[in-house]
């Protein structure tokens, strides 16, 4: 096992590694409850029972999808890189596409899965670096930034302080309201956390605000602690169903398949590089087995949509076990073993509600945005497709209507501004195609 993974040469011990996967677990172990509520629609009430997922088989296909996809970048990239359901992504499947497109869940399932394919093939083939080096630099910036912007505005509505309002399409809740309160409470200590630098902030700040909660009783206490796993039966298998009616082959769907495509190729490419750096094994400005990671990416997407969740990638949280020592994927294993483990404590995980997970998505907003300061704002013609991208996205409750404005904006300032030789070719048909995407939604 040592030497199969390197531990001599990278100067790591089991001791070490060990550590180090338990501190990625703890960084990143919330997305086990906020995956659930987010694919369950949880903070929309009065839901038609058909438009959600099963929360109890969603919690286990999150589990099993990041264990699956943390072995295989244990195993096969050697990487301390653990990967799950990604924040943003999950977002969008569950408010962009079913809830705002009126898209069947198991149709969100069947486009997570055939990017999962397309991901895969487009890695074999050397594609994947092409698109992603024809895409401006500045609009990757930008979508990183919009999505952290949607994903905190879900965050607040989620907490109850930003409210519909009719006169001004939202407002400001009724910061008194206990379950507010409870989110206020958890924001704040959540941030105390993050700023003191607390190995898995996130996940300590929700157990504290769920303590807090049974306290005050905003938060019912579990009869059990460990049970048997739930079924995952209501979510299995489902993307495959989806693909057999001719109702998912739409214009629609293709722009969901591209917009889940493209999130995930720069989300997982970006945890990659710079959980690498951290770890020292960039060399020569190349990453070591880079094609296999970004296999392991898209088998775990793939996988996981058959499981029943949206889209699975690389975690940036693996940066908090490379701090503590991970040098190699045998790390990954053990963070995927502690998920396996969670499985067993769906008791104690299903009590936490809306409130408690709602700092959790505003706090990884906050880090998602801070991409916006890589951006030239001062170049007129970059910086209206990038602030379109950006803005676009929780204005109009949607990744995928950002992307698509950013991109057919860019094209026509830089031709305009004479730089057109700077555009490249893929950025022509991606104008073409989401031109298309707006004329057949």
Known sequence: MQKYFMFKELGTNYRREIIGGITTFLAMAYILVVNPLTLTLSSIPDLPDALRMDY???????????????????LLGKYPLALAPGMGLNAFFAYSVVLGSGVPWQHALGAVFISGVFFFLLTLTGLREKLINAIPIELKHAVGAGIGLYITFI??????????????????????????????????????????????????????TVIV?????????????????????????????????????????????????????????????????????????KLPRAGRALIADSVATTVGAVLGTSTTTSYIESSAGVAAGARTGFASLVTAALFILSLFFFPLLSVVTAAVTAPALIIVGALMVSSLGKIEWTKFEVAVPAFLTMIAMPLTYSIATGIAIGFIFYPITMIVKGRMKEIHPIMYFFFVIFILYFLFL
Request: glycine residues 12%; proline residues 3%.
């Open 56 to 74: 109890g088989a969603v919690f286990v296909a999150t589990a099993l999808a990041a264990a699956i996809g943390s072995i295989v970048m244990g």
């Open 155 to 208: 965050g607040l509505q989620s907490a109850g302080i930003v409210v519909n309002n009719d006169a001004t399409l939202v407002g400001l809740g009724d910061l008194t309201a206990g379950p507010t309160l409870l989110a206020i409470f958890g924001i704040v200590v959540t941030v105390i956390l993050m700023t003191r630098g607390i190995n898995g902030a996130v996940f300590f700040g929700m157990i504290i």
């Open 213 to 285: 909660g049974m306290i005050f009783n905003l938060i019912d206490t579990p009869e059990k602690i460990v049970d048997t796993v739930p079924s995952i039966a209501p979510t299995f298998g489902a993307a495959f169903s989806s693909l057999t009616e001719s109702s998912f082959y739409t214009m629609t769907m293709l722009g969901i398949i591209l917009t889940l495509l493209f999130v995930d190729f720069f989300d997982n490419a970006g945890t990659l590089v710079a959980v690498a750096n951290q770890a020292g094994m960039i060399k020569d400005n």
